[in-house]
């Protein structure tokens, strides 16, 4: 543990360092060590199977950031300018157009900040309640990182192996012809779909309940999505646990209920 190489040009803000194989892991000086050596070992756990992802994402300047509890999204620098999205944007989710009224009367900030306690991509960030498990504190019950994370592995994915792309976005265009994952955050785009299969991969995912379905478990997602389960299996290991996780197999994540498509707005 440390500061942040000079290498890494960052803002003065952050002040601790850990490196994952390549992958920066930072944050204010706000944040406990411990906290920073949780979300290095489940980076370390989610690449373990293909070093070839990680040589890709370190080449593409993949970073992880994590916020303290008194943080928020518009704390950290790189995301301290960002625009709330317009009416006609595609992050958009089906809920947030339908209440487009709601975010014309934030702020960009108040916008963010609500928005999630997490982001996915080149810099991806989590949340440090989130990954010590602090009871009663928002996303208790399912680990944020593993599924931000897994949006930046898919994108190495589509760089690095684009014939497992290919049958990612196969599996998610038959699973929404066929009617799968109805009213789930997991439906709203294929990037969605493999970040919540990425959770359920790991046991690590709050229940998802619909007419035709009820998901809890790895075991569960490989009965109902056998598609989906089949693609994570080529990238994740198949102990299916990551041991830094204090979500694994927790009895929050029954108790929560499940985020319907766009519910987070």
Known sequence: MGPPPASLGLDPFYAKHLDAGGIPVVSSARVEDATLQVARELIDGMLA???????????????????????????????????????DDPRLTPCERKHYDRI??????????????????????????????????RYFGENILVHELAHAVLY???????????????????????????????????????????????NSNKLSRGEDREVLSA????????????????????????????YYRHPARSRIAARAAGSDC
């Open 49 to 87: 199977e293909r070093p070839d992802l990680r040589r890709s994402m370190v080449a593409d300047g993949v970073r992880v950031g994590v916020m303290a509890i008194d943080e928020s999204t518009t704390d950290l620098p790189e995301q301290r300018h960002w625009k709330k999205p317009a009416p």
């Open 104 to 137: 014309a009367a934030m702020s960009d900030r108040e916008y963010w900040d609500s928005r999630a306690r997490g982001m996915g991509g080149r810099y991806t960030t989590g949340a440090e309640e989130n990954l010590r498990g602090v009871p009663d504190t």
């Open 156 to 202: 190495a994915v589509q760089r690095a192996d684009p014939a497992l792309y290919r049958r990612v976005e196969e599996a998610y265009a038959n699973a929404m012809d066929a009617g799968l994952w109805r009213g789930d955050y997991a439906a709203v785009t294929v990037q969605e779909y493999w970040a919540e299969g990425t959770q359920f991969w790991f």
């Open 219 to 246: 075991d569960d997602l490989q009965a109902y999505d056998p598609a989906l389960y089949a693609v994570l299996g080529e990238v994740y290991s198949h102990r299916q646990r990551l041991d830094a996780d204090v």
